[in-house]
């Protein structure tokens, strides 16, 4: 009932020919329909233009790392979600862990955003998730709930048809460390609750809620065998097509 879907993370790698190349390979060699698997390539924001160019008209979408919540305004070096919609963005990443961590990014900044993004008609991947010492310390959920409401405070769920979530534990982003399917699913059905208390069933129902830590093409099938796992951000093993198409087909065949 829902389509899963597989977004590559590229963060600040590769340069432009690269990265023009690398999403040449993946619109080509793509060998699951967009009904069976949503795919999305998030370049850095100098590659957006190059990259939408390489993959108009085509299955795969675009996507962008982080937008800013004003339309426009003296913000030097940020960029509006407007922008990103005005280079064919369809997808927006918000609230990543590199951001909270690096740009002390807070839960009303992201909420601030997120309201951005769904205003704009982009489609927001929310990014929650524990720290080691939080899970070590046995406040998972706190930690995710505070995230949730801190990011969705005073959204309805008729604006929130766009949002997706993507839960990342911090320990297992770029460390090689997966959380276990079994340890996923339970947060993600946790989350998938908690967003039933807030907007009822249908809309829980509906709700992507990708994995988001480490995932690689031998560990995606066991994690979207998972009934709440839709799918995977994916962050180091999106930077190489074939790779990246095996995590696809991988999402895919675990739903099977
Ligand atoms: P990783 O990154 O796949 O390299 O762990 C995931 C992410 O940061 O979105």
Same mark, same amino acid.
């Given at each position: 009932?829902?389509?899963?879907?597989?977004?590559?993370?590229?963060?600040?790698?590769?340069?432009?020919?690269?990265?023009?190349?690398?999403?040449?390979?993946?619109?080509?060699?793509?060998?699951?329909?967009?009904?069976?698997?949503?795919?999305?390539? /998030?370049?850095?924001?100098?590659?957006?233009?190059? &990259?939408?160019?390489?993959?108009?008209?085509?299955?795969?979408?675009?996507?962008?790392?982080?937008?800013?919540?004003?339309?426009?305004?003296?913000?030097?070096?940020? #960029?509006?979600?407007?922008?990103? #919609?005005?280079?064919? /963005?369809?997808?927006?990443?918000?609230?990543?862990?590199?951001?909270?961590?690096?740009?002390?990014?807070?839960?009303?900044?992201?909420?601030?955003?997120?309201?951005?993004?769904?205003?704009?008609?982009?489609?927001?991947?929310? /990014?929650?998730?524990?720290?080691?010492?939080?899970?070590?310390?046995?406040?998972?959920?706190? &930690? #995710?709930?505070?995230?949730?409401?801190?990011?969705?405070?005073?959204?309805?769920?008729?604006? /929130?048809?766009?949002?997706?979530?993507?839960?990342?534990?911090?320990?297992?982003?770029?460390?090689?460390?997966?959380?276990?399917?079994?340890?996923?699913?339970? &947060?993600?059905?946790?989350?998938?609750?908690?967003?039933?208390?807030?907007?009822?069933?249908?809309?829980?129902?509906?709700?992507?809620?990708?994995?988001?830590?480490?995932?690689?093409?031998?560990?995606?099938?066991?994690?979207?065998?998972?009934?709440?796992?839709?799918?995977?951000?994916?962050?180091?093993?999106?930077?190489?097509?074939?790779?990246?198409?095996?995590? &696809?087909?991988?999402?895919?065949?675990?739903?099977?």
């Amino acid at each position: 009932m829902r389509t899963p879907l597989v977004v590559g993370n590229w963060k600040m790698h590769l340069s432009r020919d690269e990265a023009g190349a690398l999403a040449g390979e993946i619109r080509n060699k793509l060998d699951i329909s967009p009904d069976q698997v949503g795919v999305a390539v /998030c370049p850095p924001f100098p590659y957006l233009s190059a &990259v939408h160019a390489v993959l108009a008209g085509g299955p795969v979408a675009l996507g962008a790392q982080d937008g800013h919540w004003a339309p426009q305004g003296a913000y030097t070096g940020w #960029v509006s979600m407007q922008m990103l #919609v005005d280079v064919g /963005c369809r997808y927006v990443i918000i609230g990543h862990s590199e951001r909270r961590q690096f740009a002390q990014e807070t839960d009303t900044d992201i909420g601030k955003k997120v309201k951005a993004g769904l205003g704009q008609g982009l489609a927001v991947i929310l /990014c929650v998730g524990e720290t080691g010492p939080e899970r070590d310390g046995g406040i998972t959920y706190d &930690v #995710v709930m505070r995230q949730l409401s801190g990011a969705l405070e005073g959204l309805s769920g008729a604006e /929130c048809d766009n949002l997706i979530i993507a839960y990342e534990p911090v320990w297992a982003i770029g460390t090689g460390k997966t959380a276990t399917p079994a340890m996923a699913q339970e &947060v993600h059905s946790f989350i998938r609750s908690w967003m039933e208390k807030r907007w009822g069933f249908g809309a829980a129902q509906k709700l992507i809620i990708l994995y988001g830590g480490s995932v690689k093409p031998d560990n995606m099938r066991t994690l979207a065998a998972m009934h709440d796992i839709d799918g995977a951000l994916v962050g180091g093993a999106s930077l190489g097509a074939q790779g990246f198409l095996e995590i &696809v087909r991988q999402a895919d065949a675990g739903k099977r």
